[in-house]
């Protein structure tokens, strides 16, 4: 089975609960339907259909080759792309930081904080903002001084790993904005503010957990694969 086939399955069960396979018409009325399935005339594009149409645009760099060939194979899925319908622009950035710090000030292990922003915008004359959402990953690697190129293969097999893991969180961003349409959310001017935890980011200290602001509908905006507005051209 290939990656992209997998991913694609494991973010179906991801979004799916069980009883659903049971008792469809039961839960029909409860707002429980899978990512990747029909949804009677309401949807007549499926999301995977969707998705093929996306076209990823140059990333630099090499994270940022990595992260659009990831990008390009789990909106391709199993099948031919056609991507002339929307233009994806993603834009990573992974830092490393030493911790475990010895006595002699050598580290033992590299922690990398990755993060993405991406824009789906359409594709004309004058391209429209449709969505825009954030990914986070964290992952690391032992420390070997004395061994050069295996010090080197465990840095690009973590790298690697940070931005399949950032394409898998943006492919799944911009299928549930396929879903829902949510519009970008827009801040209220007062009022009192709810915060809910964002369990991928890196906390400010031991005390403290990061933390993401709710949307104008109360839902967090990695619920709805939405991003807050934000100026900026292309």
Request: with cysteine; glycine share 8%; aromatic share 6%.
């Amino acid at each position: 089975m290939s990656h992209s086939r997998s991913f694609r399955a494991a973010l179906a069960r991801s979004l799916t609960v069980l009883p659903l396979l049971t008792l469809p018409v039961a839960l029909s009325g409860c707002g429980f339907q899978p990512l990747y399935g029909t949804q009677g005339a309401k949807n007549t594009v499926p999301v995977e259909d969707e998705l093929k149409q996306v076209y990823v645009a140059n990333i630099p760099e090499r994270t940022g080759q990595l992260m659009r060939l990831a990008l390009q194979q789990n909106m391709a899925g199993d099948g031919p792309e056609n991507p002339t319908g929307y233009t994806l622009y993603a834009q990573p950035n992974i830092g490393q930081e030493a911790i475990d710090i010895h006595a002699d000030n050598t580290s033992g292990r590299i922690r990398i904080n990755a993060h993405a922003h991406w824009r789906l915008y359409t594709v004309e004359q004058n391209p429209k903002l449709l969505a825009e959402g954030d990914a986070s990953s964290m992952d690391g690697y032992s420390s070997l001084y004395e061994q050069y190129f295996a010090q080197t293969l465990n840095s690009e097999t973590a790298i690697a790993r940070v931005t399949q893991a950032l394409a898998e969180q943006v492919t799944q961003q911009v299928a549930t904005w396929f879903r829902t349409h949510a519009a970008p959310s827009v801040k209220r001017a007062q009022g009192p503010k709810t915060y809910y935890p964002t369990p991928n980011a890196m906390p400010d200290s031991e005390k403290q957990s990061p933390m993401e602001e709710e949307g104008a509908d109360a839902i967090p905006d990695m619920a709805t694969g939405r991003g807050a507005p934000s100026a900026g051209a292309l």
